[in-house]
């Protein structure tokens, strides 16, 4: 008899009305146990906004030192309102204390009166921080205690954004105060640099005009006393002329006036005897001349020419001489004249040379004093001149310590942003959330559901065989009489199951798929998945019902149990105690959880074929250990005919 034969007779027991019904019911157990489930808690944290949560603004409006008023309390419910994380009841403390305490609020959440005031201290040298009070009930739902954990993060957040935000309202604000007295400071300090370098300029023309000063004064100094020398001199050359004027000039003049009449009687006698030689010459010459002419033969002689041109060259020069003479003789009454006007002028010469003594003396008396104070200038000049290049020195650190100061506060103001309160609004929401969190996600499953549904799909497939071999036969003892093989005896105690099994899996994928919106990535690799799986654990639950018995039902039981532990559908495995840690890798249910993420979400093939190879390993392994024990049955002892537990 074929294993075929012998599965479909197993199925045919189950004829009449309710009979009939036994396998469709057995089909709808994954159903019941994987799509209920997950339609319950599809999609839980996208319904909270069902969630009745209340809401108590204890706050009173306040005002920080720089004047703004702030009103914390009412913008935060405000975000509350907007946000529709939960469905908020905006009520007083005793309607929120008695709604907690009878189940109608999931929790409460108080704003203090002091919530204003705290955050307003924020540009306060001494901030202080604000809170509020949130109160659960874990008598009510613990799940929903949970979910406050969230709403608690979202509402610290938004809390310190805005602390942080007026942190840096107040900090820019001060920084505004800071720059504009930067911004005064900057400019004092260039009308200082400014003013630095002019007097740096002027010390310096000074410094330099006092050397040439100095130097002028040296000069002046050393003037002064040669002046002084020289007037000296002229001093004693004045007196010296005096006193010859005095005592020798007019009897010079006198004498100087004779000799000039004098002069004039003996230039009129010479001038006279020169006129008579130049006659006489000239006639000489004339009677020479005549009497050659009268005697050529003589006028050829030499020695008649020698004597001709010697009286010649004697007339010449005795027209020369009376020419000088006579020259001399008009000039000499004119220098009796002279002589005479300076003999009568004697006396005027005298007192005007008397005279240069009182003016030279005067001169000699000033130019000495003028050295004398050259002297005390040039002294002078030169303590002027160190206290100039003194001035020029200071001048210059002063110059240069206000060229640094200067470049200080200019670099000071230009750290310091200049923005307006436009601005400062913008920087401060940046600074006030200054981390932004960019998450992204390689496979994302979505809602909670979708991510929950390879875990519920694992429950339902174990829930099915540990179930089916509660209705149906894992072996045919008819056939285990006969002559049938144990390979096929054990086959036919599986196949029932396991096209059960194949059709529950696909009646549940079905129905999570059209109803809930599961929506695998890999809809075909899904199904073939599922119905692997679930003909590999109806072999094990198959083989332990076979084995064991009703026992083997218990130990499917827990090994549903450790599965649900140790399979990593929860929770991560490595925050399991190490005993998990140890079975993960040994449950079937790990492989089906893991291939149904990649099927459904995404992720590595190599995991899929991995999980697909150890679910048919695991499949055909225990088929084998089935067909062994079942060649062990064939031997029928007291155990097997009254056995200890029965059902």
């Given at each position: 008899?074929?294993?075929?034969?012998?599965?479909?007779?197993?199925?045919?027991?189950?004829?009449?009305?309710?009979?009939?019904l036994?396998?469709?019911?057995?089909?709808?157990?994954?159903?019941?146990?994987?799509?209920?489930?997950?339609?319950?808690?599809?999609?839980?944290?996208?319904k909270?906004?069902?969630?009745?949560v209340?809401?108590?603004?204890?706050?009173?409006?306040?005002?920080?030192?720089?004047?703004?008023?702030?009103?914390?309390?009412?913008?935060?419910?405000?975000?509350?309102?907007?946000?529709?994380?939960?469905?908020?009841?905006?009520?007083d403390?005793?309607?929120?204390?008695?709604?907690?305490r009878?189940?109608?609020?999931?929790?409460?959440?108080?704003?203090?009166?002091?919530?204003?005031t705290?955050?307003?201290?924020?540009?306060?040298?001494?901030?202080?921080?604000?809170?509020?009070?949130?109160?659960?009930?874990?008598?009510?739902?613990?799940?929903?205690?949970?979910?406050?954990?969230?709403?608690?993060s979202?509402?610290?957040?938004?809390?310190?954004?805005?602390?942080?935000?007026?942190?840096?309202?107040?900090?820019?604000?001060?920084?505004?105060?800071?720059?504009?007295?930067?911004?005064?400071?900057?400019?004092?300090?260039?009308?200082?640099?400014?003013?630095?370098?002019?007097?740096?300029?002027?010390?310096?023309?000074?410094?330099?005009?006092?050397?040439?000063?100095?130097?002028?004064?040296?000069?002046?100094?050393?003037?002064?006393?040669?002046?002084?020398?020289?007037?000296s001199?002229?001093?004693?050359?004045?007196?010296?002329?005096n006193?010859?004027?005095?005592?020798?000039?007019?009897?010079?003049?006198?004498?100087?006036?004779?000799?000039?009449?004098?002069?004039e009687?003996?230039?009129?006698?010479?001038?006279?005897?020169?006129?008579?030689?130049?006659?006489?010459?000239?006639?000489?010459?004339?009677?020479?001349?005549?009497?050659?002419?009268?005697?050529?033969?003589?006028?050829?002689?030499?020695?008649?020419?020698?004597?001709l041109?010697?009286?010649?060259?004697?007339?010449a020069?005795?027209?020369?001489?009376?020419?000088?003479a006579?020259?001399?003789?008009?000039?000499?009454?004119?220098?009796?004249?002279?002589?005479?006007?300076?003999?009568?002028?004697?006396?005027?010469?005298?007192?005007?040379?008397?005279?240069?003594?009182?003016?030279?003396?005067?001169?000699?008396?000033?130019?000495?004093?003028?050295?004398?104070?050259?002297a005390?200038?040039?002294?002078?000049?030169?303590?002027?001149?160190?206290?100039?290049?003194?001035?020029?020195?200071?001048?210059d650190?002063?110059?240069?310590?206000?060229?640094?100061?200067?470049?200080?506060?200019?670099?000071?103001?230009?750290?310091?942003?200049?923005?307006?309160?436009?601005?400062?609004?913008?920087?401060?929401?940046?600074?006030?959330?200054?981390?932004h969190?960019?998450?992204?996600?390689?496979?994302?499953?979505?809602?909670?559901?979708?991510?929950?549904?390879?875990f519920?799909?694992?429950?339902?497939?174990?829930?099915?065989?540990?179930?089916?071999?509660?209705?149906?036969?894992?072996?045919?003892?008819?056939?285990?009489?006969?002559?049938?093989?144990?390979?096929?005896?054990?086959?036919?105690?599986?196949?029932?199951?396991?096209?059960?099994?194949?059709?529950?899996?696909?009646?549940?994928?079905?129905?999570?798929?059209?109803?809930?919106?599961?929506?695998?990535?890999?809809?075909?690799?899904?199904?073939a998945?599922?119905?692997?799986?679930v003909?590999?654990?109806?072999?094990?639950?198959?083989?332990?019902?076979?084995?064991?018995?009703?026992?083997?039902d218990?130990?499917?039981?827990?090994?549903?149990?450790?599965?649900?532990?140790?399979?990593?559908?929860?929770?991560?495995?490595?925050?399991?105690?190490?005993f998990?840690?140890?079975?993960?890798?040994?449950?079937?249910?790990?492989?089906?959880?893991?291939g149904?993420?990649?099927?459904?979400?995404?992720?590595?093939?190599?995991?899929?074929?991995?999980?697909?190879?150890?679910?048919?390993?695991?499949?055909?392994?225990?088929?084998?250990?089935?067909?062994?024990?079942?060649?062990?049955?064939?031997?029928?002892?007291m155990?097997?005919?009254?056995?200890d537990?029965?059902?």
């Amino acid at each position: 008899m074929t294993a075929l034969r012998l599965a479909f007779l197993e199925l045919r027991r189950f004829r009449g009305p309710l009979r009939r019904l036994v396998p469709l019911v057995l089909c709808l157990v994954p159903l019941l146990y994987g799509a209920m489930y997950l339609w319950a808690n599809w999609d839980p944290y996208g319904k909270t906004d069902r969630i009745p949560v209340a809401v108590v603004n204890l706050d009173h409006p306040a005002t920080s030192s720089r004047g703004q008023v702030v009103d914390a309390g009412d913008e935060l419910v405000q975000q509350l309102k907007a946000s529709g994380t939960f469905a908020w009841r905006f009520v007083d403390r005793p309607t929120a204390a008695a709604g907690l305490r009878s189940g109608r609020y999931a929790f409460t959440i108080e704003i203090p009166t002091d919530f204003s005031t705290r955050l307003a201290s924020a540009g306060d040298s001494q901030p202080q921080p604000a809170g509020l009070r949130m109160e659960l009930d874990d008598a009510n739902n613990y799940i929903a205690g949970v979910m406050t954990e969230t709403v608690q993060s979202k509402l610290e957040a938004q809390i310190d954004a805005a602390t942080h935000q007026a942190y840096v309202r107040s900090l820019y604000g001060q920084l505004s105060e800071v720059r504009q007295k930067l911004t005064t400071a900057s400019t004092a300090a260039h009308q200082l640099a400014g003013a630095t370098t002019t007097a740096q300029q002027g010390s310096s023309a000074l410094a330099a005009a006092g050397s040439t000063t100095g130097t002028a004064a040296g000069q002046v100094a050393t003037g002064s006393q040669q002046i002084s020398q020289a007037i000296s001199q002229v001093d004693t050359a004045v007196t010296t002329l005096n006193s010859a004027a005095t005592g020798q000039l007019p009897t010079v003049a006198a004498s100087l006036a004779t000799a000039a009449q004098l002069a004039e009687q003996g230039t009129g006698a010479v001038h006279t005897g020169t006129s008579q030689i130049h006659r006489t010459t000239s006639q000489a010459v004339a009677d020479l001349q005549q009497f050659a002419t009268a005697n050529p033969q003589l006028a050829q002689d030499p020695g008649f020419q020698k004597v001709l041109d010697g009286i010649r060259q004697a007339d010449a020069t005795a027209g020369q001489v009376d020419g000088q003479a006579a020259a001399t003789a008009d000039a000499a009454p004119q220098a009796v004249t002279d002589a005479q006007q300076l003999q009568s002028q004697v006396a005027t010469l005298q007192q005007r040379i008397a005279a240069l003594n009182t003016p030279l003396r005067l001169v000699d008396s000033g130019s000495r004093s003028v050295a004398a104070g050259a002297a005390t200038l040039t002294t002078g000049l030169n303590s002027a001149q160190q206290a100039a290049d003194a001035a020029k020195s200071a001048a210059d650190q002063a110059n240069s310590g206000a060229t640094q100061l200067s470049q200080t506060v200019d670099a000071g103001l230009a750290d310091i942003p200049d923005l307006d309160d436009q601005q400062i609004s913008a920087a401060s929401q940046v600074l006030g959330t200054p981390v932004h969190i960019d998450r992204e996600n390689l496979h994302p499953a979505g809602v909670y559901g979708r991510g929950m549904a390879p875990f519920f799909f694992g429950i339902a497939l174990w829930v099915f065989g540990l179930f089916a071999y509660l209705l149906l036969r894992p072996t045919n003892r008819r056939a285990l009489a006969g002559p049938a093989r144990a390979r096929s005896i054990a086959l036919a105690g599986w196949l029932p199951a396991a096209a059960l099994g194949a059709v529950a899996a696909l009646v549940l994928y079905g129905v999570v798929d059209l109803a809930l919106g599961l929506h695998p990535l890999h809809p075909l690799a899904t199904i073939a998945l599922l119905v692997l799986a679930v003909g590999s654990f109806v072999t094990i639950d198959h083989f332990l019902r076979t084995t064991l018995g009703i026992a083997g039902d218990v130990l499917s039981l827990v090994l549903l149990i450790l599965q649900l532990t140790a399979s990593g559908g929860l929770y991560p495995v490595a925050t399991t105690p190490a005993f998990f840690q140890a079975l993960h890798p040994l449950l079937p249910m790990t492989y089906l959880i893991d291939g149904l993420r990649v099927t459904v979400s995404g992720g590595l093939t190599s995991h899929l074929v991995r999980d697909a190879a150890v679910l048919a390993a695991c499949g055909v392994a225990f088929l084998a250990l089935t067909t062994l024990v079942t060649r062990r049955r064939r031997l029928w002892t007291m155990a097997r005919l009254h056995p200890d537990i029965e059902l």
